[in-house]
């Protein structure tokens, strides 16, 4: 399958591939058309997050329809539009409370003073998730101020 570099570090299939193997092909094919969207998320948020913490693995970017409600996720989503992704950090584990805070603490800040624009980053129970500040709000922002760090115990956002 031929891919594509979205940033320094981030190729487009990183944001397209799934464990779920039967949505595998749906979503490569849809995620193709999303690849401006993907872009922003990996070189706006990503490759900023990278540069600063060092190896990312994204565990879950892009999601068509079928593999949205696969894993269990919502239709309001970000994920279905490609403006979000879940990710794991090698130097940041989340069982590290510490560098944990260090890190939402460092992101923090990154938003106060516009350098790294996010609609929402949540910690999940086994990555963060993050997601582009659209406009398309998806009815939850009043729960979770634009731009604030918070933890929810629901996964799947
Ligand atoms: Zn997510």
């Known amino acids: 399958m031929s ?14 591939r799934t464990s779920y193997g039967q949505f595998q092909s749906d979503n490569i ?19 900023r997050i990278r540069d600063k913490w060092g190896p990312i693995t994204i565990t879950s970017g892009y999601r068509c329809k079928g593999l949205n409600d696969a894993v269990g996720s919502n239709d309001r989503s970000q994920h279905l539009r490609g403006e979000a992704c879940d990710f794991v ?20 800040a990154e938003y106060d003073c516009g350098t790294i624009a996010f609609n929402q ?22 729960a979770w101020a634009k731009g604030k760090v918070t933890k929810r115990k629901k996964k799947n956002v």
Request: aromatic share 6%; hydrophobic share 35%; with cysteine.
């Open 3 to 16: 891919d594509h570099r979205l940033s320094k570090n981030f190729t487009r299939n990183e944001f397209l």
């Open 29 to 47: 094919k849809e995620g193709m058309e999303l690849v401006g969207t993907l872009t922003q998320l990996a070189a706006g948020i990503m490759q």
């Open 89 to 108: 950090m090698r130097n940041v584990p989340m069982n590290d409370p510490e560098k944990k805070q260090e890190f939402f603490d460092w992101l923090k």
């Open 121 to 142: 980053c949540l910690e999940e129970r086994a990555c963060i998730h993050i997601a582009l500040p659209t406009g398309s709000n998806d009815g939850r922002i009043g």
